[in-house]
């Protein structure tokens, strides 16, 4: 189950991120009504408050560049759900500098053979 | 139960980081059989394994500050879980710079009220 947990951790940061980079708009699908959203310490519940936090971020064009993934299962009596933990920079379009980010995600599989977001806290790292 | 969360976030955050800091062999007694560490990219898996790392890292005098604690509820039917994300710098002893750290802990309720690490994973941010 370790090993899945990696692997799945991988993919579903792969897959976040490119949906953040390019279609933000998408990322909705990857909550649920239940779902929780931490950003810079303002929090959102629920697909369509997070959503809406997301897509009004003021990053018109941005890359998320990952430094580190880390993943476990969640559960200590194997209920599938995988906590992963990312550390990575920002790029902003036009700007030198990047804007170095720590997030945490609790996936939870979904009766489709899927995952959804459950948690989601976000941190951005000052020097 | 969001609030709830915050408080036994904020108050384990406390209590972790004031043992480590003071008293780091009696960390074991926060984690079980069934835990888990990722400590920079590394795996340790069980009390036994994870307190033998802690207290074999190569800091003698150290001294955690924290900067950010967000806390959610882990579990979309309210299973008692709770996910806490930390940000926050290590002071070593002798050493004018710091290093600026995240971790993330997941929560779960014991029998007896209280609660144990089920998942740990720290990283260190370089700038």
């Known amino acids: 189950m370790e090993d899945t947990a990696e692997m799945v951790g991988r993919a579903f940061v792969d897959h976040y991120y490119h949906l953040f980079d ?61 906590v992963v933990f990312v550390s990575g920079s920002l790029q902003l379009a036009g700007e030198e500098h990047h804007l170095r980010f720590s997030q945490m995600f609790h996936l939870i599989p979904t009766a489709e053979g899927s995952f959804y977001v459950q948690n989601d806290m976000f941190r951005l790292s000052y020097g």
């Open 22 to 82: 390019n279609d933000r708009a998408s990322l909705s699908s990857l909550y649920r009504d239940t779902s929780m959203l931490t950003f810079e310490g303002q929090k959102f519940a629920g697909s369509t408050e997070i959503s809406s936090k997301l897509t009004q971020l003021p990053l018109d064009q941005c890359r998320h560049v990952i430094s580190t993934v880390d993943s476990q299962p969640s559960s200590p009596t194997g209920g599938g759900g995988i």
